[in-house]
Nanobody, 114 residues
Framework: QVQVAESGGGTVQPGGSLRLSCTPS????????TNWFRQTPGKEREWLGG??????VTADSVKGRFTLSRDNAKGTVYLQMNNLEPGDTGVYYC?????????WGQGTQVTVSA
């Protein structure tokens, strides 16, 4: 069973930045895709972006502000979030796809507030 550890959430002011980390217990080179989601109260889980090898795609709602990346040496994938807005507040999850299985991180809280 692959474990996925998330970190990097916190509280920031509007306009601030955070970088979320997602580290699976599996070899990073076995990852076929990484996707990021967020859950806000009263709303369905929202897809934010995905990285399947050399192609990275972000949702229109965060395009230009959120960026996906990975550090193979550290075995970690990242979600860089810039120019954060109060509407970005929520619990953020990464999902790692290996073979036919998906593995979720435990979620990390992001709060954007003045």
């Amino acid at each position: 069973q692959v474990q996925v550890a998330e970190s990097g959430g916190g509280t920031v002011q509007p306009g601030g930045s955070l970088r979320l980390s997602c580290t699976p217990s599996a070899n990073i080179f076995t990852i076929q895709a990484t996707n990021w989601f967020r859950q806000t109260p009263g709303k369905e889980r929202e897809w934010l972006g995905g990285d399947g090898g050399s192609v990275s795609v972000t949702a229109d709602s965060v395009k230009g502000r959120f960026t996906l990346s990975r550090d193979n040496a550290k075995g970690t994938v990242y979600l860089q979030m810039n120019n954060l807005e109060p509407g970005d507040t929520g619990v953020y999850y990464c999902r790692i796809s290996i073979g036919s299985q998906d593995y979720w991180g435990q979620g990390t809280q992001v709060t954007v507030s003045a």
